[in-house]
Nanobody, 121 residues
């Protein structure tokens, strides 16, 4: 059983930056960030492979967000730049079932409780 804990969310203005962190209690394979707003399905944001060499992003964040990880520290991050009001959501950290990166919630079997990101105009 792996526990994931997110941190770093907050209230910022459009154009600002935030860095989300995810701390894992054990070894994880592929990892990802998802986000969710009330009344909508959880949306894939970014994923990273075990080695960190492969990454994948949803089109709406490409060029603005960067996912990274450090396996020795059991940490993953999401650097979010040029934030937009549409980025407002609860952001969740997830760990996958194997080394592949997949933009689908069903592929991930460990989840954090989420951290709120609010971007004001």
């Amino acid at each position: 059983q792996v526990q994931l804990v997110e941190s770093g969310g907050g209230l910022v203005q459009a154009g600002d930056s935030l860095r989300l962190s995810c701390a894992a209690s054990g070894v994880t394979l592929s990892m990802a960030w998802f986000r969710q707003v009330p009344g909508k399905e959880r949306e894939f944001v970014a994923a990273i492979s075990w080695t960190g060499t492969n990454t994948r992003y949803v089109d709406s964040v490409k060029g603005r967000f960067t996912i990274s990880r450090n396996n020795d520290r059991k940490m993953m991050w999401l650097q979010m730049n040029s934030l937009k009001t549409d980025d407002t959501a609860i952001y969740y950290c997830a760990a996958g079932k194997d080394v592949n990166i997949v933009p689908d919630t069903s592929y991930y079997n460990y989840w954090g409780k989420g951290t709120q990101v609010t971007v004001s105009s």
